[in-house]
Structures are given as structure tokens and as C-alpha cells.
């Protein structure tokens, strides 16, 4: 069977729907949702929502476009709207005003729960550390970072410590729990403690997910006139 | 007849039968619809609607050649309505050509200089 198909110089005013793989090559008006590929081709114009399986656009589009798997924007395409799949592509010479969201809700609660269980680095451990542990897993974390700083005694005193503080946080949690069980000088304990105890704080005022999208729409932004400014 | 020699040389597309239209299609291109159509046609070129389409719709074109169902009135400059097709709705051509085995139920006015669709 040939894939569906909108020829140029057709218009279509209203809603698509339907299952295979459909190509634009006129003008819709109007969501379309597929279950397939869709492709908006050169001539290809569609000002509505559009949904499919995977979404190629080298027309124009003005609308939010979300796919399951992959969003690709070819070299001519100009995209309005918020892009929403998988994978998103944007060759050269694409134009994409919008944001872009790459997770599908599944990435998203993993990331969540990563992001919780302490892969977020606190950025700035300077804001002044009250030590009152915030999380109840605080605890566990004062005992896993002497055995990290175990080698590196000579330069706790060192300002690395704060770079360093944030950095073994993220993927080995319980690992040093079971060096930690090594005798370590207790004064190492209470200089990484306090730091720790700041990560958290900072954490829980820095609400996870929130940084993960405007990511791209802030470097937009900056090369806007707001960056110069 | 030249007409359609010529529209030949137009956009061809095709809606499949998994696919269901809602709205106004228009503008100069030939078309084919095998799937669901509700809503309004008006159609600079040909439109086929294949033994799947199940169109609600008055029609507008140049040329209309059912094998499938419509429900609307047609307005074309040739009509076809082929074996297995079935037309609910008047018809107003300069061409009407019903085959064996076509059912048309509605209103019939053929003149012989009929514009078809503009």
C-alpha cells in the first residue's frame, strides 16, 4: 500500500487522524495524530499540533509537535512550537523557536529518582552550612565521604574540598559505606560533614527537575539581547 | 476530458484507509481517499474515493469516481460511479457514468457544458 499522502497545492482545513505513516507536502490546518511516521516535506506547511510515532519536518510547522521516538528537523525546516520526543534532531539550517523536551515520562520519574538518591550536584556548597542534616540520609553520607577522602587527608584543608565535596556524591552511595567502616581520623569527619550537610540543604531549596529543560531554552535566551545586557 | 489529461499533471495524494479526515479539503491537486472523509471537499482536480472510503461530504471537483461510499451531493464535471460504489446524495455533472454493479440513490442533473468545479 502507498503511504498516505497530503499532495502540494491541497489544503486541508480541519483534523487528521489515522494509523500508517502519513507525508504533507500541502497545507493542513489543523492537529494531526498518527501512530506512524510523519514527514512534512519542503512544501509542507501545517499550523496545528502534530503527534506520531516519529516526525520528520523540512516544511514548516506552527504548532507542539511530540513523537515517541525521534523529532528531526531538517536543513529548511522552521519549526514554532515545543518539541517533545525521544531523540530531537535540528540539522543546520533549521529553525526551531521553542522548547525541547527529550524524556519521555519514563526517563523523566528515573531521572527523578536519581536526582533524589543524590546524582545532583549541589552547585555552590557556600551557602553558609547550618550542619542540621536535612534528609534522613544525610547520616549515611557522613560516614561514605571520610572513606572517599581517605587518600586525599594532606589536602582537606585545601579550597578543593569543596569541588570535591561534590563530586563523589553522585554514583557510589554505598561502596564507601562499607570502607567507612575503616578508622578514620575523626576530624576529616567533621570538615566533609559539614559540607555534606550543606549539599542537602541546597537540594531541597533547588527543586530537581525543574533545571533539566529550561536548559536549552535559557541558551536561547542568553544569545538574545539579554546575555549582552 | 481534456481537463483531466491535464490535472494528471497535478499533486497526487492519497489517504489511506487507516486515516480519518475531519474538516475542508481544498485546493488544486488530484486525490485519492481510501479511508474515512467527514466534512466538505472542494477539490481542483480529480478525487477517487477507493472501495474503502466511506466519505460524508458534499463534493466538489473536476472529476469524482466512486468505489466507495459517499453521502453528500457531488458536483464534478465527470462522474463515476464504479461497480461496488454507492452514491447517497444528488449529483450534478457534466458526465454522469453509472457501472454495473453501482448503486446511486439522489437527484441526477447532467448538462453537457457543465464547468465542474471552479
Excluded at chain 2, 6 to 34: C, M, Q, T
Amino acid at each position: 500500500m502507498r503511504t498516505s499522502r497530503l499532495p502540494q497545492g491541497a489544503h486541508f482545513d480541519g483534523r487528521i487522524r489515522g494509523q500508517g505513516d502519513l507525508i504533507i507536502a500541502g497545507a493542513v490546518d489543523g492537529p494531526i495524530e498518527i501512530d506512524g511516521q510523519l514527514t512534512i516535506e519542503a512544501t509542507g506547511v501545517v499550523r496545528g499540533d502534530i503527534r506520531a510515532r516519529s516526525i520528520a519536518i523540512a516544511g514548516h510547522v506552527e504548532g507542539n509537535a511530540h513523537a515517541i521516538e525521534l523529532i528531526r528537523l531538517e536543513p529548511g525546516a522552521k519549526m514554532i512550537g515545543d518539541a517533545r520526543a525521544e531523540r530531537v534532531s535540528a540539522g543546520t539550517g533549521a529553525l526551531l523557536r521553542g522548547r525541547i523536551r527529550t524524556s519521555t515520562e519514563r526517563a523523566q520519574s528515573e531521572r527523578m529518582r536519581r536526582t533524589s538518591g543524590g546524582t545532583l550536584l549541589a552547585p555552590f556548597s557556600s551557602s553558609g552550612g547550618t550542619a542540621a542534616p536535612v534528609f534522613s540520609d544525610a547520616p549515611l553520607r557522613t560516614t561514605t565521604l571520610p572513606g572517599y577522602f581517605a587518600p586525599s587527608e594532606a589536602v582537606a584543608d585545601s579550597p578543593r574540598e569543596l569541588i570535591a565535596d561534590a563530586s563523589p556524591v553522585s554514583p557510589m552511595p554505598i561502596e564507601p559505606a562499607v570502607e567507612a567502616k575503616r578508622p578514620e581520623p575523626k576530624a576529616e569527619v567533621v570538615v566533609v560533614a559539614k559540607e555534606v550537610a550543606a549539599a542537602p540543604e541546597t537540594r531541597s531549596s533547588a527543586t530537581p527537575p525543574r533545571p533539566v529543560m529550561p536548559v536549552i531554552g535559557r541558551q536561547k535566551a542568553v544569545r538574545r539581547p539579554e546575555g549582552s545586557a | 476530458m481534456q481537463r483531466t489529461s491535464e490535472s494528471a499533471h497535478d499533486a497526487e495524494g492519497i489517504l489511506g484507509p487507516g486515516f480519518v479526515l475531519e474538516g475542508k479539503l481544498d485546493g488544486r491537486a488530484n486525490v485519492r481517499i481510501e479511508g474515512v472523509f467527514q466534512g466538505e471537499i472542494a477539490l481542483d482536480g480529480a478525487l477517487i474515493l477507493g472501495n474503502q472510503a466511506q466519505v460524508n461530504a458534499p463534493i466538489r471537483a473536476r472529476l469524482v469516481e466512486v468505489h466507495g461510499e459517499v453521502h453528500g451531493r457531488i458536483d464534478a464535471q465527470e462522474v463515476f460511479v464504479r461497480a461496488g460504489g454507492w452514491v447517497d446524495g444528488d449529483v450534478r455533472a457534466g458526465s454522469l457514468t453509472i457501472d454495473d454493479g453501482a448503486t446511486l440513490e439522489g437527484l441526477v442533473e447532467t448538462e453537457a457544458d457543465f464547468g465542474g468545479a471552479r
